[in-house]
């Protein structure tokens, strides 16, 4: 199946600063990337839909403004958390899928502990 | 809105028994449902997929079945095995754009020897 890559696996940082995640597609061009958060034993919550060379959109909720996305090739978006508090510690998680294909490939994950 | 339940947090069984769980929808008439397993601290791993016209689907020791008047998906492990234990999603397309997918609360499902 397609691989997709998700940079780092966990990072800490302090309150106040900003953090950014990669996820890349290894093995297919994606014009559309998903990025979910997950709180401990909750299911996946679909924050954004990141689209290539266009702004994402936002699920009703997200802070666009807080949760930055950036999709300026066809294998690579990143999630950048602005102004980081401690409630912005989470698990975040990105797909993508190949063109015309349903079946979703994940990233490994970003721990995110913000103290 | 478009709702996903599993109906079980949880799910217990013996080692070799089969495990069933339980996939309900409302207000959404999906192309087709997933499968995925999620292991603790990684991404999901795609299982299935179940067309709304496929009654049944069978991968291995794996079996997934859609019931769309009901709007029920079952989804069932025979012969199952510790290493079967993991967090079961189910997921459909979104409902205002199919190119989303929407994950139910999910089942964790633990096989004991």
């Known amino acids: 199946g397609a691989v997709v890559s998700q940079h780092p696996s966990w990072v800490i940082c302090k309150s106040g600063t900003s953090v950014k995640i990669e996820c890349r597609s290894l093995?297919?061009?994606?014009?559309?990337m998903f990025w979910y958060r997950q709180f401990p034993k909750q299911s996946l919550m679909l924050m954004a839909t990141?689209?290539?060379?266009?702004?994402?959109?936002?699920e009703q909720g997200v802070e666009k403004d807080k949760f930055l996305i950036n999709h300026a090739s066809l294998t690579l978006s990143t999630l950048t958390v602005t102004s980081a508090h401690p409630e912005d510690s989470s698990f975040y998680i990105c797909?993508?899928?190949?063109?015309?294909?349903?079946?979703?490939?994940f990233g490994q994950g970003t721990r995110l502990t913000v103290v | 809105s478009q709702k996903i339940e599993q109906n079980s947090e949880a799910l217990n069984i013996q080692e070799g028994k089969t495990a069933t769980l339980t996939c309900n929808y409302t207000?959404?008439?999906?192309?087709?449902l997933q499968w995925y397993r999620q292991d603790p601290g990684r991404g999901p791993v795609f299982l299935l997929l179940?067309?709304?016209?496929?009654k049944e689907k069978r991968k291995e020791r794996l079996k997934v079945t859609f019931d769309t008047t009901l709007k029920q998906s079952l989804f069932h492990i025979t012969a199952s095995q510790p290493a079967d234990s993991a967090t079961y999603l189910c997921?459909?397309?979104?409902?205002?754009?199919?190119?989303?997918?929407?994950f139910g609360s999910g089942t964790r499902l633990s096989i004991r020897p």
């Open positions: 797909s993508a899928r190949v063109a015309g294909g349903a079946e979703a490939f």
């Open positions: 093995d297919f061009q994606a014009t559309t």
């Open positions: 990141s689209n290539e060379g266009s702004k994402a959109t936002y």
């Open positions: 207000n959404y008439s999906p192309a087709y």
């Open positions: 179940i067309r709304e016209n496929e």
């Open positions: 997921a459909l397309p979104g409902y205002s754009s199919a190119s989303k997918i929407i």
